[in-house]
């Protein structure tokens, strides 16, 4: 569907994908083969790689029978990736070409999360575009408010917006 969408001339930035094409490792693969940015809904219990893991091929052992993969690297569920996003694992990005404004809007963003997880009372609203930090910062408050004993209840928007075409399909 996206080499037609592209043959007839259709432009677009990137590929959006629900749950049902977010767990096809087949397509998000041929995506990245053509260079097309993608946002994939993948569920919380696929198994991915932060480091691109060593496939060794073993031959057969009868005629006609499929060749044998052993896949050698270490898989994480994507549940566990929050737990890497910290306040210690936040970087503010000094070295990657932002100007001055947006490095002290960061800072001051960065800061304002700090103190709401201190204090989580009232409403902490994250806006930005994608890769800008939102996701890191309201895992980082959650992970704090989870080191502190104070289980958080943390959502993804995707099931907020899954949930409520639910309740209108009803």
Not at 78 to 92: A, C, D, G, R
């Amino acid at each position: 569907m996206v080499k037609r969408a592209q043959a007839n001339g259709v432009s677009f930035e990137a590929v959006d994908c629900d749950t049902l094409y977010g767990r096809s490792g087949w397509l998000r693969d041929e995506l990245h083969k053509m260079d097309i940015e993608y946002y994939a809904d993948v569920p919380c219990n696929t198994m991915v790689f932060l480091h691109p893991p060593t496939v060794v091929r073993r031959p057969p052992k009868r005629r006609g029978a499929a060749e044998q993969m052993d896949i050698m690297g270490t898989a994480i569920k994507v549940e566990h990736l929050l737990e890497e996003l910290t306040f210690e694992t936040f970087s503010l990005r000094k070295n990657e070409g932002l100007d001055q404004d947006q490095i002290k809007n960061l800072e001051k963003v960065f800061q304002a999360a700090k103190t709401f997880a201190d204090d989580p009372s009232g409403w902490l609203v994250f806006t930005g575009t994608y890769g800008s930090g939102k996701t890191h910062l309201a895992a980082a408050i959650a992970n704090f408010q989870l080191d502190v004993g104070k289980p958080p209840l943390f959502i993804a928007f995707s099931f907020c917006v899954q949930d409520f075409n639910t309740l209108i399909l009803e």
